[in-house]
């Protein structure tokens, strides 16, 4: 099946500092990649969709500013967490969309905000 | 928001028993698919069913899915210690988003 890697796979970081997840799929071209959070325990929630060439479709409640989307190129969305506070600690997974309406997920990346 | 409930919540039996998991919606959809999450770990893709189908099949693994009740199951047969994990069902309303069950944690023993 179609392979979607994430770097890092885990990160911590002081509090106030930005962190940057990358998305990338490995063989295939996605023009449309998702971000998802998942807290302990619980389930994902969609936090934007990234499409490449425009700007990201965000969810309500989440903050555009804080979280920042790009997506540079059919293979390749980065998120990053601005200004990151122990509150955004939490497991960010990201998906691609291939054309056969399948998205495969990434291994996830795990933030640790001190 | 999340689109539906997932039933049980935890599910725990024994090597060889068959693992039954239910998943509602709220709003008319395009396809539901199943997800596995291993502890700590991405998701992984099991099974796409569309709006139109009843049920399918892949390996030990059963689909069905009721429109009317806006429903669906997924059947694990003879289960392994391997099968242990996370399972979710998530909902397409033709947009490409995916809307995220609550998960079943199954935990099968050997």
């Known amino acids: 099946g179609a392979v979607v890697s994430q770097h890092p796979s885990w990160v911590i970081c002081k509090s106030g500092t930005s962190v940057k997840i990358e998305c990338r799929s490995l063989?295939?071209?996605?023009?449309?990649m998702f971000w998802y959070r998942q807290f302990p325990k619980q389930s994902l929630m969609l936090m934007a969709t990234?499409?490449?060439?425009?700007?990201?479709?965000?969810e309500q409640g989440v903050e555009k500013d804080k979280f920042l989307i790009n997506h540079a190129s059919l293979t390749l969305s980065t998120l990053t967490v601005t200004s990151a506070h122990p509150e955004d600690s939490s497991f960010y997974i990201c998906?691609?969309?291939?054309?056969?309406?399948?998205?495969?997920f990434g291994p996830g990346t795990r933030l640790l905000v001190l | 928001s999340q689109q539906g409930e997932e039933d049980p919540q935890a599910l725990s039996i024994q090597e060889g028993e068959n693992a039954t998991m239910n998943c509602s919606y709220k709003t008319s959809i395009n396809n539901l698919q199943w997800y596995r999450q291993n502890s700590g770990r991405g998701l992984v893709h099991l099974i796409l069913?569309?709006?139109?189908?009843r049920e399918k099949h892949s390996g030990r693994l059963r689909v069905t899915l009721d429109t009317s009740k806006k429903s669906s199951s997924l059947l694990i047969t003879a289960s392994r210690a391997a099968d242990t994990a996370s399972y979710f069902c998530a909902t397409d309303s033709n947009t490409g988003k995916l809307i995220f069950g609550q998960g079943t944690t199954l935990q099968v023993k050997p």
């Open positions: 063989d295939f071209q996605a023009t449309t």
């Open positions: 990234s499409n490449e060439g425009s700007k990201a479709t965000y």
């Open positions: 069913i569309r709006s139109n189908e």
């Open positions: 998906s691609a969309l291939d054309n056969q309406e399948t998205q495969y």
